[in-house]
């Protein structure tokens, strides 16, 4: 009996042994013969990778890579091309996106009120354009950048190209429109409409709205304006998530989600057409702060609807956080921002300008402290992650005291905050973030000179102040974990452009002359910083982080070929980077034909 369980023994070893030595199952697809930057923790660099069932199984040096490949295997010849993971946009707005690539557009350039009225006259003129309702819906204005600076827009200048038929005009940074005299009666806009919580009616001196409407207030006109079709809807996903291929876009969050923007990215994800891992933040609206209960069924009822559970390779839909607005911009002319102390105004005349604080700080909260500790404390309960958006430095504070309230409430919970755009952060509270494990998510193509900070914010905050607008640099030095997102349509989508102002915080050469220095005197981050920013802790935002976002063994192969190493090239030409290839899930999703079939 002793001797049968010594064979016994003996042969279960030698089967276990068996099985160690024998080779792994062969990979679907072997990239070889390249830079592969994967972004682990100890941002270590591969030659080859190897994919199994849409997953990365292998890293390692060429001379290994045949061990993972059989007659079947699709090998990829890099040819010494930078391979990284793919990009997660932290903070995005892709079906408005899409709708802006395919709509009357003023292209974010900086126009003189005759440009802006020819352009749109232009759009009116084109059938194309004319919606079944008769409205007409331009997009992508550079409201900040009008020329000369301090030109403001009234309804007067679209009534000079049609006061019949409704036109808006939506300014790019998504905080306020300019609507015609057709359009404001549409809405029921008059002299006695009042400012709705969070908002601003713009009344000129004699009392009468000029068009403009801020914040909350654009929903006064978003009310009545006609919803594009569910056909129209998804095929604005379909245009923003081609654009996102481009770029090498693998995962993002659409941080203001709608229903439309669920049901038409959930539309193609059915029909096997989504190429991006999909999250989605609803909206809570500063109105609805008290109605905590009604918020956490409503958002359970969308979640119920929509999120699809665990991550899988192939890309899905999630709902897992929610947006939150504490303010506006804090750019003139709007200067919506929340500050901690005043805006400032100028007393002086134009030869001799006297800069001095002026009456106001920016709106009222829109959440006050009282209303949002308990409604976060709910949210994080309920399982939702915060998604705040924060641009001045007093909207940054009440944010951050809430998180902390939060925290101290629910010490066990794990929830990860965000705070997007953090244009200005005061120094005291920089250092909050690490402690409260808060990310803030940045759009580094604002950290640059250009008419909307060099004009339309540093005279209003000064010297002393500037020293702590677009600080990535100082919240990086204080321990935070930045992540990137573009906010795009905001600006047109072009995260190289956006990872290049990071390193360097200057504007393309096109800028000229008068934008040609760095912002600050703080400077950019490192390569590395902005490229774990847009991969591994836009995942961590997302919670994502442990199947994407790095490329190593187990996790998703998502992932990008670019036409240059953007680790060693001179950082000025981060911003010409080409993606030649798009991998989601280990499925190709956009290509150049350089190392596959063209996809598009």
């Known amino acids: 009996?002793?001797?049968?369980?010594?064979?016994?023994?003996?042969?279960?070893?030698?089967?276990?042994?068996?099985?160690?030595a024998a080779p792994a199952p062969p990979a679907d697809i072997l990239l070889t013969n390249g830079t592969i930057r994967t972004l682990d923790h100890r941002d270590s660099t591969a030659q080859a990778l190897a994919i199994r069932g849409g997953r990365?199984?292998?890293?390692?040096?060429?001379?290994?890579?045949?061990?993972?490949?059989?007659?079947?295997?699709?090998?990829?010849?890099?040819?010494?091309?930078?391979?990284?993971?793919?990009?997660?946009?932290?903070?995005?707005?892709?079906?408005?996106?899409?709708?802006?690539?395919?709509?009357?557009?003023?292209?974010?350039?900086?126009?003189?009120?005759?440009?802006?009225?020819?352009?749109?006259?232009?759009?009116?003129?084109?059938?194309?354009?004319?919606?079944a309702s008769g409205w007409l819906v331009v997009r992508n204005w550079f409201q900040e950048a009008m020329q000369p600076?301090?030109?403001?827009?009234?309804?007067?200048?679209?009534?000079?190209?049609?006061?019949?038929?409704?036109i808006i005009v939506l300014s790019s940074f998504g905080h306020s429109l300019l609507a015609n005299s057709a359009a404001l009666k549409r809405a029921g806009i008059t002299a006695a409409t009042p400012n709705p919580t969070g908002g601003q009616v713009v009344h000129d001196a004699s009392g009468q709205p000029t068009g403009i409407l801020e914040d909350t207030a654009l929903n006064l006109m978003l009310a009545v304006l006609?919803?594009?079709?569910?056909?129209?809807?998804?095929?604005?996903?379909a245009a923003s998530l081609a654009a996102m291929r481009a770029q090498g876009i693998t995962g993002f969050l659409d941080a203001w989600a709608l229903p439309e923007d669920l049901s038409s990215f959930t539309a193609l994800q059915k029909q096997g057409k989504l190429t991006a891992r999909a999250h989605f933040a609803p909206l809570i609206e500063p109105a609805q702060g008290k109605d905590i209960a009604g918020d956490i069924r409503r958002l359970t009822t969308i979640r119920a609807r929509y999120d699809q559970g665990p991550l899988t390779p192939s890309p899905s839909v999630t709902v897992r956080n929610v947006k939150l607005f504490m303010d506006g911009v804090i750019t003139a002319p709007s200067q919506t921002g929340l500050l901690l102390a005043p805006y400032l105004v100028d007393k002086g005349t134009k030869d001799h300008p006297d800069w001095q604080p002026g009456p106001s700080k920016g709106p009222a909260p829109y959440f006050p402290l009282d209303i949002l500790s308990p409604l976060l404390k709910a949210l994080v309960t309920a399982g939702f992650d915060p998604h705040m958006h924060a641009d001045g430095d007093g909207a940054v504070r009440l944010a951050l005291d809430a998180i902390a309230a939060t925290r101290k409430a629910l010490p066990a919970n794990d929830f990860r905050p965000a705070i997007a755009h953090d244009e200005m952060v005061d120094p005291a509270d920089m250092p909050r973030y690490r402690a409260l494990d808060t990310i803030p998510v940045l759009s580094f193509q604002w950290e640059k000179q250009a008419p909307d900070t060099t004009e339309g914010?540093?005279?209003?905050?000064?010297?002393?102040?500037?020293r702590y607008l677009e600080p990535a640099a100082q919240l990086e030095q204080a321990g935070a974990r930045i992540a990137y997102g573009s906010d795009w349509p905001v600006d047109p989508l072009d995260e190289w452009f956006a990872l290049k102002v990071g390193v360097t915080r200057t504007n393309a050469p096109a800028a000229g002359a008068r934008y040609a220095h760095p912002l600050g005197t703080e400077p950019g981050l490192s390569r590395t910083s902005v490229m774990r920013a847009i991969t591994m802790n836009a995942n961590y935002e997302l919670r994502s982080?442990?199947?994407?976002?790095?490329?190593?063994?187990?996790?998703?192969?998502?992932?990008?070929?670019?036409?240059?190493?953007?680790?060693?090239?001179?950082?000025e030409q981060i911003a010409e980077t080409r993606v030649l290839l798009t991998m989601v899930g280990g499925r190709i999703v956009y290509s150049t034909g350089t190392f596959s079939p063209p996809v598009r």
Request: charged share 15%; with cysteine.
């Open 226 to 237: 006609p919803h594009p079709t569910a056909q129209e809807n998804v095929a604005a996903a």
């Open 149 to 166: 600076p301090g030109v403001r827009m009234t309804k007067a200048a679209l009534d000079s190209i049609d006061s019949t038929r409704p």
């Open 545 to 571: 982080d442990t199947v994407a976002g790095s490329l190593e063994p187990g996790k998703f192969a998502d992932l990008i070929i670019l036409d240059r190493d953007i680790a060693t090239i001179p950082a």
């Open 457 to 466: 914010v540093l005279p209003y905050i000064g010297p002393d102040r500037a």
């Open 1 to 20: 009996m002793r001797r049968a369980s010594i064979l016994l023994s003996a042969s279960s070893l030698l089967a276990a042994h068996t099985a160690l």
């Open 56 to 131: 990365i199984v292998w890293t390692g040096p060429d001379a290994a890579a045949p061990a993972h490949a059989d007659a079947h295997t699709r090998t990829i010849d890099l040819k010494g091309h930078m391979v990284m993971p793919g990009l997660t946009d932290g903070h995005m707005h892709p079906l408005v996106g899409g709708q802006n690539l395919i709509g009357c557009s003023l292209d974010y350039l900086p126009l003189t009120a005759d440009g802006f009225t020819a352009r749109i006259r232009a759009c009116a003129a084109n059938p194309a354009y004319r919606t």
